[in-house]
């Protein structure tokens, strides 16, 4: 579990030293708070391949006990890269990796973006 962690860690630290595309905006990338999975996680990172139709990718954990437990309570999961798809303040997020859906749209608003299945994910300050 620390492993993963550091590992996430590193990609966040290099991705932020990494130049964004114009069509990609760079405030939409951070670390995410998911309500339906309290103290697990998100990261949203600029795609370090810059040659795939790519933007962004997305990890992040969720505990083994389903939505609604905390992460760090039991054992807890890491998932991604989800790849992302950046237009504007439009997005789509690859989900079907960790048995979501293979096209959730959001809008990036406010430091929060907010799901088309009703969700949302608020942007955590640094």
């Keep these: 579990m620390i492993q993963s962690l550091i590992v996430i860690v590193v990609i966040f630290a290099f991705a932020n030293l ?4 114009a069509k990609s905006d760079a405030a939409i990338f951070g670390t995410y708070s998911d309500p339906n999975h309290p103290s697990c996680p998100r990261l949203f990172l600029p795609a370090l391949n810059s040659t795939s139709n ?3 990718n997305v990890f992040g954990k969720d505990s083994t006990d389903g939505e609604g437990a905390s992460c760090g309570e039991g054992k807890d999961e890491d998932w991604g890269p989800c790849p992302a798809m950046i237009n504007g303040d439009k997005l789509v997020v690859d989900l079907s990796s960790k048995g979501g859906p293979s096209d959730l749209q959001g809008t990036y608003a406010n430091n929060r973006i907010t799901w088309s299945d009703g969700n949302y994910w608020e942007k955590e300050k640094k």
């Design 18 to 21: 990494m130049p964004c595309e």
């Design 54 to 56: 790519v933007d962004a």
